[in-house]
Structure formats: structure tokens, C-alpha cells
């Protein structure tokens, strides 16, 4: 069983900044993909960065130069910095985690979402 734990949602007015973080604990043995996907009313999920250990970092179109990924230095933590936030970006961000566990099976896990609010 791998958990995800994620935090830093919240209100902010267009042009602000938000961080949020995502930790994965538990019987995990190694991590492919640490990721962020996001979900707006009466839309679906959307793919907003992912990042492939030793591998590419991708990032939706609508997000390049204002968001960044990136993991901390255990490795099972992935934040997002998000920047001049537009109202485009209200939704509820869920933290998405890809690996072996313990046990060499695969898991692919998500978060329980935080909710991302951009309104003045």
C-alpha cells in the first residue's frame, strides 16, 4: 500500500503564486513518476506536469513558464510552483505517484486532491 499526502491548496487572486507538495509513504521500492493532474467542474483530468525519474519532465501547454516540478531530496515528495496563476487554473489538483512496491508489484497511486482557487 502506497499513501499520498498532499497539501498547499487554497484561494489566491490572479497573478499569485501557490506551492503545492505531495509525499508518498509506505511499501514503496522504487518511484517511476511523481506527477500532478488537475480537475475542473464538468471537466476531466487533465495531465498538468509529470516528472519521470531519470528521465523527461513534461508540462501542459497551458502551464509552461508558470509551473514547475520538482521532488525533494528523499525522493518521494513532488512539489508543483505555480505562478501568475490565471482563473483557468481553479480545479482540484491530484498528486499521481507510479512505482514497484516491496512486494515488485506496481501500484499507481493518487491523492486525495487539494482544491486550487484563483478568483479576485
Known amino acids: 500500500q502506497v499513501q499520498l499526502v498532499e497539501s498547499g491548496g487554497g484561494l489566491v487572486q490572479p497573478g499569485g503564486s501557490l506551492t503545492l507538495s505531495c509525499t508518498a509513504s509506505g511499501s514503496t521500492y522504487t518511484i517511476n513518476s511523481m506527477g500532478w493532474y488537475r480537475q475542473a467542474p464538468e471537466k476531466e483530468r487533465e495531465l498538468v506536469a509529470r516528472k519521470i525519474t531519470y528521465g523527461s519532465t513534461d508540462y501542459a501547454d497551458s502551464v509552461k513558464g508558470r509551473f514547475t516540478i520538482s521532488r525533494g531530496d528523499t525522493g518521494n515528495t513532488v512539489y508543483l510552483q505555480m505562478n501568475n496563476l490565471k482563473p483557468e487554473d481553479t480545479a482540484v489538483y491530484y498528486c499521481?505517484?507510479?512505482?514497484?512496491?516491496?512486494?515488485?508489484?506496481?501500484?499507481?497511486?493518487w491523492g486525495q486532491g487539494t482544491q486550487v482557487t484563483v478568483s479576485s
Open positions: 499521481n505517484v507510479v512505482g514497484y512496491g516491496t512486494n515488485f508489484r506496481s501500484f499507481d497511486s
